[in-house]
């Protein structure tokens, strides 16, 4: 823990896909610290297990959620209701990867990954909305990564899972800021968690012509528990961003390479947009009309 001020730990979190790694992480933090916590599992025992005597008290709700089911999202939010009468902070963690070249990846394991890193926040997201308007405030920290910046090699469907994460959070947050909601989507670097040790990451229907691909993943897999970033230090981040009235963050960049990226990913763009601006500037009809006053969406 930092030396960081806390203004009020009288807030309600709610924090899905909690039973390990980085949601573990903020659960059992936000309940040292004090605050009220709603920590999201399939499997509610393994999450109490894991919070272990953090939760032994009336600030922590553990709730058996399957993500994907809209019914079961819509109870978990209701059950936070009863038991401490608001929502303040929605942090949706839950997710995982798949990795393989895209060939390789099945439609079902591809439709699943979207599920669990997409979907699932659409279902939160549409029914903690109504809560959010009722009370005029609100904050949701989206768990993004830098596959959402930038496509990962041999990451295909997940990159595009973050991508469109990334999407929705800055829509969702246009619409929801005139209520006294915030949305930050995070994209987070190399933490170090299981995400690389699980068995839906694992190539399954491997081709020998991605070779190539398959080197790299192997090669990548050597540091699974050797990654640079503490998953402990994030929440002290994003409480920082939270008590940081009237600020509009979109994103958090977490983790060095996260940050060195966004400005490779910046030049790339400006190179990309100069190089064909004489051609892609010029998409208008000859002759004006007046569709070309109404503004782009």
Not at 106 to 127: E, G, H, I, M, P
Request: hydrophobic share 35%; with cysteine; charged share 25%.
């Amino acid at each position: 823990m930092s030396s960081l001020e806390i203004k009020s730990v009288d807030k309600v979190w709610y924090v899905t896909g909690a039973s390990k790694g980085i949601g573990l992480e903020l659960v059992k933090n936000l309940l040292a610290y004090g605050f009220k916590v709603v920590g999201t599992s399939r499997d509610k025992q393994q999450l109490i297990g894991a919070v272990g005597s953090l939760g032994d008290n009336d600030r922590f709700l553990a709730v058996q959620v399957d993500l994907v089911n809209e019914e079961s999202v819509k109870q978990s939010l209701n059950d936070s209701l009863t038991k401490f009468g608001r929502i303040d902070v929605v942090v949706n963690n839950a997710g995982f990867a798949i990795s393989g070249a895209l060939e390789e990846n099945s439609d079902k394991n591809v439709r699943a990954n979207f599920d669990t890193n997409l979907f699932s926040v659409f279902n939160v997201l549409r029914n903690v909305s109504p809560i959010f308007r009722n009370q005029q405030s609100g904050y949701v920290f989206n768990m993004s990564s830098m596959a959402g910046l930038q496509g990962a090699f041999g990451h295909s469907a997940y990159s595009a899972t973050k991508f469109a994460l990334d999407g929705l959070s800055e829509s969702y947050a246009l619409e929801v800021k005139p209520l006294g909601v915030r949305v930050t989507s995070v994209n987070l670097g190399s933490f170090r968690t299981g995400i690389l040790d699980t068995d839906a990451y694992k190539p399954i229907n491997k081709i020998e012509a991605y070779k190539h691909v398959h080197g790299k993943l192997d090669f990548a897999a050597q540091y699974s528990g050797k990654q640079n970033g503490d998953p402990s230090k994030i929440l002290d981040i994003l409480i920082r961003v939270y008590q940081s009235e009237g600020d509009d963050t979109s994103h958090l960049y977490m983790c060095p390479e996260v940050n060195e990226l966004v400005h490779t990913k910046i030049d790339q763009m400006v190179k990309d947009q100069k190089r064909w601006e004489e051609y892609t500037t010029k998409t208008g009809f000859d002759t004006p009309t007046d569709s070309q006053k109404i503004p782009s969406i």
